[in-house]
């Protein structure tokens, strides 16, 4: 065991310092909520239908764009090309612009006079305040988490393997499903959940599109706007409760076997 | 017949220009060359993986060179084998068997029989991430020929084997060869190429500076790059006499240590590794001859000796030397080197 110097002391008071920035207010909130509370808040069908409608939208969301994220991550591992870099910090963009920002382009674009919503008016489909408007407000700022590590995936597959298989016989479609994908599926669903429960967690860009139906962020702050702190608390943590178990589910997976 | 007619490759740093081979069927063609040399991507353009930025690729005369790499009857077995990390043994061997259009089930049952022929029968189920490289070599040799090519790839195929293990895999190598299927092995180790090849192209700079026998290529290297490649200057076909001897060219019994029992080969010597005196010194050298100075001429560090003693022999010596033991042409002097200079290399 080497000894520690003074210097790394120091550096591991002001890593506690931060470890204890992140905790403690979180765990102040769930100490102050009594069981009770807890349950009910649980039990509230306004709560509880908010966090299914959050879980959904998140993911129908988070599933339907990893459609087109999925192929253009691995052109992006895989092509040279001019305007590369460009596309790469185009699908960034959404990390840097603030949240209402983002929902206020996403609703111009899903808007009745926009020509998305003229043709979802067409069959009867108002996307303002509709699940899908959510789902698009919620991938427009969660799609970067999905894209990058779902390209970063595809970069870690050897070339030599998708070349081995061509020799193989394989047609390109086959060597994508058969050897890119499940070799970069670890990086993909761990990108996957990384953007579902970000979209979950979105609130500035989905009060924007939608106010109701109501997602559980907004939910949250809109007792918190009606009723105060205290009645807002179980809430919060119910909700960061599932969040954790996401999460929690994301490391257990990300936690790779190394492979040779 | 496999036809690299000018094929050119411009690689970054380096290129290849011109390559011009015929590789006829049945032979093991060796391409030997230091790393870097572009060789790997020879192999590459030949399986369509890699196109080239001019020449053409012919097989039986067709040309090739624009078709797609799965109508190629050409299997490529890389240096690192590219092993499928997420499937075991037999759904390696059995994945290009499901390509063609073979039922899972089918598939399976021949891979099993491909798995039998390269001995890896017992690790079918096992995962390739515990397999040795020997182990890996065999499950990528299977699985590509299970497609049955008519030309087999091979880069540097023993680079990553131990050295134990290398004798039984040149072995199946020659097995496969005698099968009919025509081998394109490249490497960097002479003596590899020495061991397996029909023919040996030499690729040096980018070019091919020479295409030949084992013979051909070693004794009479048409480059400076081939003999200094080696280090070799004398260079012998050798029959097994008894254990430990050998007869060079069919005319001196050389002695050498060997582990290997195989009739044919090659006997290497370097002609620094040879002493020439005037008269008899009895020394713990075995090898002892009496022979002729035909010729000397100067390289870069000395003078080196051509004499003939049955079998002509270089030697490699200082210019005092030559002064002290005031040699001409002409002259009568004794030759000497130890079996354990002396590096045999079996060839069937």
Same mark, same amino acid.
């Given at each position: 065991m080497?000894?520690?110097?003074?210097?790394h002391?120091?550096f591991?008071?002001?890593?506690?310092?931060?470890?204890?920035v992140?905790?403690?207010?979180?765990?102040?909130?769930?100490?102050?909520?009594?069981?009770?509370s807890?349950?009910n808040?649980?039990q509230?069908?306004?709560?509880t @239908?908010?966090?299914?409608?959050?879980?959904l939208t998140?993911?129908?969301?988070?599933?339907?764009?990893?459609?087109?994220?999925?192929?253009?991550?691995?052109?992006?591992?895989?092509?040279?090309?001019?305007?590369?870099?460009?596309?790469?910090?185009?699908? @960034?963009?959404?990390?840097?612009i603030?949240?209402?920002?983002a929902?206020?382009?996403?609703?111009g674009?899903i808007?009745? @006079?926009?020509?998305l919503g003229k043709a979802?008016d067409s069959?009867?489909?108002?996307?303002?305040?509709?699940?899908?408007?959510?789902?698009?407000?919620?991938?427009?700022?969660s799609i970067?988490?999905?894209?990058?590590?779902?390209?970063d995936g595809?970069?870690?597959?050897p070339?030599?393997?998708?070349k081995?298989a061509?020799?193989?016989?394989a047609?390109?479609?086959?060597?994508?499903f058969?050897?890119?994908l499940?070799?970069?599926?670890?990086?993909?669903?761990s990108?996957?959940?990384m953007?579902?429960?970000?979209?979950?967690?979105?609130?500035?860009s989905v009060?924007?599109?939608?106010?109701?139906?109501?997602?559980?962020?907004?939910l949250?702050?809109?007792?918190?706007?009606s009723?105060?702190?205290n009645?807002?608390?179980?809430?919060?943590?119910?909700?960061?409760?599932?969040?954790l178990?996401?999460?929690?589910?994301?490391?257990l997976i990300?936690?790779e076997?190394?492979?040779? | 017949?496999?036809?690299l007619?000018?094929?050119?490759?411009?690689?970054?740093?380096?290129?290849?220009?011109?390559?011009?081979?015929?590789?006829?069927e049945g032979? +093991?063609?060796?391409?030997?060359?230091?790393?870097?040399?572009?060789?790997?991507?020879?192999?590459?353009?030949?399986?369509?993986?890699?196109?080239?930025?001019?020449?053409?690729?012919?097989?039986?005369?067709?040309?090739?060179?624009?078709?797609?790499?799965?109508?190629?009857?050409?299997?490529?077995? $890389?240096?690192? $084998?590219?092993?499928?990390?997420?499937?075991?043994?037999?759904?390696?061997i059995a +994945?290009?068997?499901?390509?063609?259009? +073979?039922?899972?089930?089918?598939?399976? /049952?021949?891979?099993?029989?491909?798995?039998?022929?390269?001995?890896?029968g017992?690790?079918?189920?096992?995962?390739?991430?515990?397999?040795?490289?020997?182990? /890996?070599?065999?499950v990528?040799?299977?699985?590509?020929?299970?497609?049955k090519?008519?030309?087999?790839?091979?880069?540097?195929?023993?680079?990553?084997?131990?050295?134990?293990?290398?004798?039984e895999?040149?072995? /199946?190598?020659r097995?496969?060869?005698?099968?009919?299927?025509?081998?394109?092995?490249v490497?960097?180790?002479?003596?590899?190429a020495?061991?397996?090849?029909?023919?040996?192209?030499?690729?040096h700079?980018?070019?091919?500076?020479?295409?030949?026998?084992?013979?051909?290529?070693?004794?009479?290297?048409?480059?400076?790059?081939?003999?200094? $490649?080696?280090?070799?200057?004398?260079?012998?076909k050798?029959?097994?006499?008894?254990?430990?001897?050998?007869?060079?060219?069919?005319?001196?019994?050389?002695?050498?240590?060997?582990?290997?029992?195989?009739?044919?080969? +090659?006997?290497?010597?370097?002609?620094?590794?040879?002493?020439?005196?005037?008269?008899?010194n009895?020394?713990?050298?075995l090898?002892? $001859?009496?022979?002729? /100075?035909?010729d000397?001429?100067?390289?870069?560090?000395?003078?080196?000796l051509?004499?003939?003693?049955?079998?002509?022999i270089?030697?490699?010596?200082?210019?005092?030397s030559?002064?002290?033991l005031?040699?001409?042409?002409?002259?009568?002097?004794?030759?000497s080197?130890?079996?354990s200079?002396?590096?045999?290399v079996?060839?069937?």
């Amino acid at each position: 065991m080497t000894k520690l110097q003074p210097l790394h002391l120091v550096f591991i008071f002001l890593g506690g310092l931060l470890l204890l920035v992140i905790v403690a207010p979180l765990a102040s909130m769930v100490l102050a909520t009594s069981p009770t509370s807890l349950l009910n808040t649980a039990q509230n069908k306004a709560v509880t @239908d908010s966090i299914i409608l959050t879980i959904l939208t998140s993911f129908g969301g988070t599933l339907f764009f990893s459609f087109m994220a999925i192929p253009l991550a691995y052109i992006m591992a895989r092509k040279q090309f001019i305007g590369k870099r460009l596309i790469s910090g185009i699908i @960034d963009l959404p990390i840097v612009i603030p949240h209402t920002a983002a929902g206020i382009a996403v609703l111009g674009f899903i808007s009745r @006079d926009s020509f998305l919503g003229k043709a979802a008016d067409s069959v009867g489909l108002n996307l303002v305040g509709h699940p899908i408007g959510i789902a698009a407000a919620m991938a427009f700022v969660s799609i970067p988490f999905l894209f990058n590590a779902a390209r970063d995936g595809f970069e870690a597959v050897p070339v030599r393997l998708e070349k081995a298989a061509l020799n193989l016989k394989a047609s390109p479609l086959k060597v994508f499903f058969t050897i890119s994908l499940p070799l970069a599926s670890r990086s993909i669903i761990s990108g996957f959940i990384m953007m579902f429960a970000r979209g979950m967690s979105e609130f500035g860009s989905v009060v924007i599109v939608a106010y109701h139906p109501m997602t559980t962020p907004v939910l949250i702050f809109e007792w918190f706007n009606s009723y105060g702190l205290n009645y807002a608390r179980p809430i919060a943590v119910v909700f960061i409760l599932i969040c954790l178990l996401f999460f929690i589910s994301l490391r257990l997976i990300t936690k790779e076997k190394k492979r040779v | 017949m496999l036809e690299l007619r000018n094929i050119s490759k411009q690689l970054g740093e380096f290129s290849l220009h011109a390559i011009n081979l015929q590789i006829k069927e049945g032979e +093991y063609f060796v391409v030997l060359g230091m790393s870097g040399a572009g060789k790997s991507v020879l192999l590459e353009m030949i399986a369509g993986l890699v196109h080239p930025t001019s020449g053409q690729v012919f097989i039986n005369g067709r040309d090739i060179t624009n078709d797609k790499i799965q109508d190629r009857e050409v299997g490529i077995v $890389f240096q690192d $084998f590219a092993v499928f990390p997420h499937m075991n043994v037999l759904q390696n061997i059995a +994945y290009p068997l499901i390509n063609i259009g +073979y039922s899972t089930s089918e598939a399976h /049952l021949l891979a099993k029989g491909y798995a039998e022929n390269m001995s890896i029968g017992h690790l079918l189920q096992r995962k390739t991430t515990t397999l040795s490289g020997g182990e /890996l070599q065999r499950v990528a040799l299977a699985r590509t020929l299970a497609l049955k090519p008519r030309f087999l790839l091979l880069d540097e195929p023993l680079a990553s084997i131990d050295l134990q293990l290398k004798d039984e895999l040149r072995g /199946l190598l020659r097995k496969i060869n005698r099968s009919g299927i025509t081998i394109v092995h490249v490497t960097h180790d002479y003596e590899e190429a020495i061991s397996l090849a029909t023919r040996i192209a030499v690729v040096h700079s980018g070019k091919v500076v020479q295409v030949g026998s084992a013979e051909d290529v070693f004794n009479a290297p048409k480059s400076q790059f081939i003999a200094h $490649f080696t280090g070799v200057k004398n260079f012998y076909k050798a029959t097994f006499v008894e254990e430990n001897s050998s007869l060079a060219e069919g005319k001196v019994v050389i002695k050498h240590y060997t582990s290997v029992q195989e009739k044919e080969g +090659y006997l290497m010597l370097r002609s620094e590794d040879v002493i020439v005196s005037s008269s008899h010194n009895p020394s713990s050298a075995l090898n002892n $001859f009496e022979g002729e /100075l035909l010729d000397f001429f100067p390289c870069i560090q000395g003078i080196e000796l051509m004499i003939d003693v049955g079998i002509k022999i270089r030697a490699h010596i200082t210019h005092a030397s030559v002064k002290s033991l005031d040699l001409k042409v002409g002259k009568k002097v004794w030759v000497s080197f130890k079996a354990s200079a002396v590096k045999y290399v079996p060839h069937s």
